[in-house]
């Protein structure tokens, strides 16, 4: 294939992710799915990740381990508490310091390496916890970024980072993942999931996804505590 039909999708295992993963295939590019471990509690995302990759028949399916240390100062990977009393307009503990400016960075040499036109991240800033690297600025930012850092786009062949449910809301990013057959019982959103998998229901990525599905009039097929 040509490089504008090749892609690196950030898969997470998330509900997000997957949806996103679910729009790339529908449009016939071929993709590498990047994943990562980084010493997060809710690990079992990543098995998630797995069952969409082969889903859609990935081929390539990158899981990158990360050193947690320097993302210690997160109750997603440190020894704080989750947040189960609902979404404030304060950052949560939840929020994990440079996380996506990694993750992208990462995902950035991939598709150099891979001569890849396009990078798609699950990033939302409509229903989401409030996390600064989830803004549309901070994508605009590191496009900025990607066009002086890189070989390819200096060279006249620039990386696209593209975010698209970035102005969608939960419950539009569930209708839209449907209507593509998106099966949701394989995707993991909780923070704090027990040890079968089962999400908790209270953290503010369990509130989201709820209020989202109950918005589209049909029950959340994951499980739950």
Do not use: W
Not at 189 to 213: I, T, V, W
């Amino acid at each position: 294939m040509n490089r504008e039909n090749r892609a690196v999708v950030l898969l997470s295992g998330g509900l997000d992710s997957t949806t996103v993963t679910a729009i790339v295939h529908s449009s016939g590019m071929e993709i590498c799915a990047l994943s990562f471990s980084y010493g997060q509690k809710h690990t079992a995302e990543l098995e998630m990740a797995g069952r969409t990759a082969e889903k859609y028949l990935i081929s390539e399916h990158l899981i990158v381990d990360i050193d947690p240390e320097p993302f210690r100062g997160s109750s997603l990977t440190g020894t704080g508490r989750i947040p189960r009393e609902g979404i404030t307009a304060e950052i949560p503990s939840t929020y994990i310091p440079a996380r996506n400016t990694v993750f992208l960075s990462m995902a950035l040499g991939v598709a150099e390496t891979r001569d890849a036109e396009f990078i798609f991240t699950g990033v939302n800033a409509i229903d989401y916890s409030g996390y600064p690297d989830c803004r549309p600025e901070y994508i605009d930012a590191f496009q900025k970024l990607a066009d002086l850092a890189t070989r390819s786009s200096v060279e006249g062949r620039p990386i696209r980072i593209l975010a698209p449910l970035m102005h969608m809301t939960k419950a539009e990013i569930i209708r839209k993942g449907l209507d593509l057959g998106v099966d949701y019982s394989h995707t993991l959103s909780c923070y704090s999931p027990d040890l079968n998998g089962r999400s908790c229901g209270l953290c503010d990525a369990c509130r989201l996804r709820l209020e989202g599905f109950r918005k589209n009039g049909t029950k959340d097929p994951a499980p739950y505590v």
